[in-house]
C-alpha cells in the first residue's frame, strides 16, 4: 500500500501504527509504515528519510497529530490518491523563467496554446484562485504491468505500441471526480467554507513545479516528476485553495549524474537535462501534431502508435516503483500493444467506439492511422503491402502520404507499382511529393 511522506504525512489505513523521525529541529515530520510482510504493501520505507540515516523515534497513533495537514492526507487516501504533499501558493519564478525561455527559444513550437502569457498564469496561483494560500499536490499511479515483450513479432498481427498512461480509462474523467469529492470534504475538515480550484492535466496550472514543491517528487532529467514510491508512473493533480496550511519540505533527490533517459530517447528530444525539444518528442509527434510527421524523425518514432514510454522505461528509479492499484486504469482489450492493420482500415465510428472514454482518441483517427503507416514503415513486414496500398486511396491526404512512405521503406514489386498508379491520380502536391520520395526509396530497398 502507498505511502505518504511529507509534514504530517501518514500512511494508509487511519488504524495502523507508524514510526515517525523528525529531520533536524523545527523540520518536517516523516512517518513510515511498520515492517511488515515483504513486498510493496509492507516493505519497510526507511530509505525514504534519505541519503542520511535518521533515527527513528518510539511508536506513536496518529491520533498523536490531529493536525488537519495529517486529515488532508487522510482524505486523499480515502479519496483514491497514493500520494500528497502540500506548499506554499507562492508564485513558481524559477519554473516561470524556464518555461518562458523554451517558448522563446522555439522549443515548444507546435502547442499553439503553450504561450508565455498561459506560462505566466500557470506558475502564478493567485491568478487562478484569488484568495490562493496553498497548493495540495496530488498523485496517483497508472503502473498497472509491465510492457509487451517483442510486439513486432510473433504469429501474423502486425503490433504497434502505445505509452502506459493510456492502456486504461481516461485519466481525466477519473481523476476530476475524485477531486471534486476531494474538494467537497475540505470545509469538513476546515470547520468553514473553503474555496478551492481544481486541476488535473487540462488546466493552465504547473503540475510538476507544485508537486516538486510539496515533495511529491524531484524532476528527473526527462522533466517527468519522479516519486520514491510509484517512480515517474503517475498522474498529476492539484488543488489550489484559501486554507493557510503548514507545506511540506521538497525532497533533497537528485538523478544524480545518471543520464540514461538522455542516452536513449531514439529522436534525441531531450536536448539537455531538465530541457525538452517538443519538436522531437515521440509523444508529441504521435498525439500532438496534427500534420505531417517530419519525414527525418519518422524512422526514429519506430513502432510507437500513441505516445512512448523509453524514457520512463529506462530510468533506474521506475525498476522498484510500486504497482498502481487502480482498477479504472487496467489495460483494456490490446490497448498496449494493438493489431495495426484492423487501425488503417478503421472508420470513425468504429474508432470512437473501441476508444471511447480512452485517452487514445485525442490524437483522432486521421492522426492514429498516420501513426500507424510509420510504425508499418519501420517494422518493414511486407504482409502490410496490401493495407498500404489500400490507403493510398484514403479520404485523408494525411494518410496517403504515410502510406506511401511506409510502401517506400518496406519496397517490393507490388509497392512500386501501386505508387506509379497513386501518382498519376493523385492531386495533392504534399502527397505527390511523398510518393515521388517513396519510390525512389523503394527502387534503392531493390537494388
Known amino acids: 500500500m502507498p505511502l505518504i511522506f511529507g509534514a504530517g504525512g501518514i500512511a494508509t489505513r487511519a488504524d495502523a501504527r507508524y514510526r515517525i523521525g523528525v529531520r533536524g529541529k523545527g523540520r518536517a515530520l516523516r512517518i513510515y509504515q511498520a515492517p511488515g510482510p515483504r513486498g510493496h504493501a509492507g516493505r519497510p520505507e526507511r530509505e525514504a528519510l534519505g541519503p542520511a540515516r535518521q533515527s527513528l523515534?518510539?511508536?506513536?497513533?496518529?491520533?498523536?497529530?490531529?493536525?488537519?495537514?495529517?486529515?488532508?492526507?487522510?482524505l486523499a487516501l480515502k479519496t483514491g490518491f497514493d500520494l500528497a504533499g502540500i506548499c506554499s501558493a507562492e508564485d513558481f519564478l524559477r519554473d516561470e523563467r524556464a518555461a518562458t525561455e523554451r517558448v522563446r527559444q522555439g522549443l515548444m513550437d507546435g502547442?499553439?496554446?503553450?504561450?508565455?502569457?498561459?506560462?505566466?498564469?500557470?506558475?502564478?496561483?493567485?491568478?487562478?484562485?484569488?484568495?490562493?494560500?496553498?497548493?495540495?499536490?496530488?498523485?496517483?499511479?497508472?503502473d498497472t504491468g509491465p510492457p509487451p515483450e517483442n510486439v513486432d513479432e510473433g504469429g501474423n498481427a502486425l503490433?504497434?505500441?502505445?505509452?502506459?498512461?493510456?492502456?486504461?480509462d481516461d485519466?481525466?474523467?477519473?481523476?476530476?471526480?475524485?477531486?471534486?469529492?476531494?474538494?467537497?470534504?475540505?470545509?469538513?475538515?476546515?470547520?468553514r467554507p473553503v474555496e478551492t480550484r481544481v486541476?488535473?492535466?487540462?488546466?493552465?496550472?504547473?503540475?510538476?513545479?507544485?508537486?516538486?514543491?510539496?515533495?511529491?517528487?524531484?524532476?528527473?532529467?526527462?522533466?517527468?516528476?519522479?516519486?520514491?514510491?510509484?517512480g515517474s508512473w503517475v498522474f498529476l493533480s492539484q488543488v489550489i485553495t484559501d486554507l493557510e496550511l503548514v507545506p511540506d519540505e521538497p525532497l533533497k533527490k537528485t538523478c544524480g549524474s545518471c543520464v540514461r533517459c538522455i542516452d536513449d530517447c531514439p529522436t534525441g528530444a531531450i536536448i539537455a537535462p531538465y530541457v525538452l525539444d517538443n519538436r522531437r518528442c515521440i509523444s508529441f509527434l504521435t498525439i500532438e501534431l496534427r500534420g505531417a510527421i517530419p519525414r527525418e524523425l519518422r524512422p526514429l518514432v519506430g513502432d510507437w502508435v500513441f505516445g512512448?514510454?523509453?524514457?520512463?522505461?529506462?530510468?533506474?528509479?521506475?525498476?522498484?516503483?510500486?504497482?498502481?492499484?487502480?482498477?479504472?486504469?487496467?489495460?483494456?482489450?490490446?490497448?498496449?500493444?494493438p493489431e495495426l492493420l484492423p487501425l488503417l482500415e478503421m472508420d470513425d465510428e468504429g474508432f470512437r467506439a473501441r476508444f471511447r472514454d480512452s485517452p487514445i482518441k485525442r490524437t483522432k483517427l486521421v492522426g492514429m492511422q498516420r501513426n500507424v503507416c510509420v510504425a508499418l514503415g519501420n517494422i518493414g513486414d511486407p504482409a502490410a503491402v496490401p493495407a498500404l496500398v489500400r490507403a493510398l486511396a484514403h479520404r485523408e491526404a494525411l494518410v496517403r502520404g504515410h502510406a506511401a512512405w511506409a510502401l517506400g521503406r518496406i519496397g517490393g514489386a507490388d509497392a512500386r507499382h501501386a505508387m506509379r498508379e497513386a501518382l498519376a491520380r493523385e492531386q495533392d502536391d504534399d502527397v505527390r511529393e511523398e510518393i515521388e520520395a517513396a519510390m525512389v526509396e523503394a527502387s534503392a530497398v531493390q537494388a
Not at 471526480?177 to 467537497?184: C, G, H, Q, V, Y
Request: hydrophobic content about 40%; overall charge positive; some cysteine.
Open 57 to 74: 523515534h518510539p511508536i506513536r497513533t496518529a491520533a498523536d497529530m490531529p493536525s488537519i495537514e495529517i486529515k488532508i492526507k487522510q
Open 111 to 142: 502547442l499553439p496554446w503553450y504561450t508565455e502569457d498561459r506560462v505566466r498564469r500557470m506558475n502564478r496561483p493567485a491568478l487562478l484562485l484569488q484568495d490562493a494560500r496553498s497548493v495540495i499536490s496530488l498523485a496517483i499511479s497508472y
Open 159 to 168: 503490433k504497434g505500441r502505445v505509452a502506459r498512461y493510456a492502456w486504461g
Open 171 to 191: 485519466y481525466h474523467g477519473v481523476i476530476k471526480e475524485r477531486l471534486k469529492r476531494f474538494a467537497d470534504g475540505l470545509p469538513d475538515l476546515a470547520g
Open 199 to 230: 486541476f488535473v492535466d487540462d488546466g493552465p496550472m504547473n503540475d510538476r513545479a507544485a508537486a516538486e514543491r510539496a515533495g511529491v517528487g524531484w524532476f528527473g532529467k526527462n522533466t517527468n516528476i519522479l516519486t520514491p514510491s510509484h
Open 308 to 337: 512512448c514510454d523509453i524514457c520512463q522505461e529506462v530510468c533506474p528509479v521506475n525498476r522498484k516503483a510500486a504497482a498502481s492499484q487502480e482498477p479504472a486504469f487496467k489495460k483494456r482489450h490490446d490497448f498496449d500493444a
